[in-house]
Nanobody, 116 residues
Framework: QVQLVESGGGLVQSGGSLRLSCAAS????????MGWYRQAPGKQRELVAI???????KYADSVKGRFTISRDNGKNTVHLQMNSLKPEDTAVYYC??????????WGQGTQVSVSS
């Protein structure tokens, strides 16, 4: 049973920084893709950033230049460094991992709140 455990959310002032981390356990394989999605109240869940096991990345336009995603394949972990945070970044952030032949998994979510 694959589990994703997130950490690092919290409350920060506008312009501040936070670092989210997510560790996947229960699989003997490295995930093909790991990433972060977010969902603000009343809005649909949206992609923030993803990283493939070869290192390629994809970011939402709204976070380009401010957020950086990275991963440690050996530990099946993914990190999201968030700088220059804005109030509109406030949301629940979900870790996501896709394992070939195993499936897609989600973390429980971690709250990020940015005050103006």
């Amino acid at each position: 049973q694959v589990q994703l455990v997130e950490s690092g959310g919290g409350l920060v002032q506008s312009g501040g920084s936070l670092r989210l981390s997510c560790a996947a356990s229960g699989s003997g394989f490295s995930s093909n893709v790991m990433g972060w999605y977010r969902q603000a109240p009343g809005k649909q869940r949206e992609l923030v950033a993803i990283i493939f096991n070869g290192g390629n990345t994809k970011y939402a336009d709204s976070v380009k230049g401010r957020f950086t995603i990275s991963r440690d394949n050996g530990k099946n972990t993914v990190h999201l460094q968030m700088n220059s945070l804005k109030p509109e970044d406030t949301a629940v952030y979900y870790c996501n991992a896709i394992f070939q032949y195993i499936g897609t998994y989600w973390g429980q979510g971690t709250q990020v709140s940015v005050s103006s």
